[in-house]
């Protein structure tokens, strides 16, 4: 009923940059605090960043000089900008955001937690 569909992923080298992109769709009501997450091979899922629906930014404080966090909410979109990225960026990167709107065929107002399918990113010479 919600899905969250990410894009942008990639091959880049040192240094590079990457744009990911993550849009909503489905029985929405609202949108809460979107964000995304990343996990390399054999570790678990990590914070990368999140922007509430009036704009506050947050990030893990190895990408704060590097990534950028948008969104439009008309477009129900949420952006990762990344720049200088590194080797140890390289990571399966995930959309997650608050939903509230249909589930299990009825309308509430409690949001709930969804996560995207997920887009690889590898930065490589």
């Known amino acids: 009923q919600v899905q969250l569909v990410e894009s942008g992923g990639g091959l880049v080298q040192p240094g590079g940059s990457l744009r990911l992109s993550c849009t909503a769709s489905g029985s929405i009501s609202e949108i809460g605090v979107m964000g995304w997450y990343r996990q390399s091979p054999g570790k678990e899922r990590d914070y990368v960043a999140t922007?509430?629906?009036?704009?506050?930014?947050d990030y893990v404080d190895s990408v704060k000089a590097r990534f950028t966090i948008s969104r439009d909410n008309a477009k129900r979109t949420v952006y990762l900008e990344m720049k200088n990225l590194q080797p140890n960026d390289t990571a399966v990167y995930y959309c997650n955001a608050a939903v509230s709107g249909l589930r299990n065929g009825l309308w509430s107002n409690e949001k709930y937690d969804y996560w995207g399918q997920g887009t690889q990113v590898t930065v490589s010479p």
């Open positions: 922007i509430t629906s009036d704009g506050s930014r």
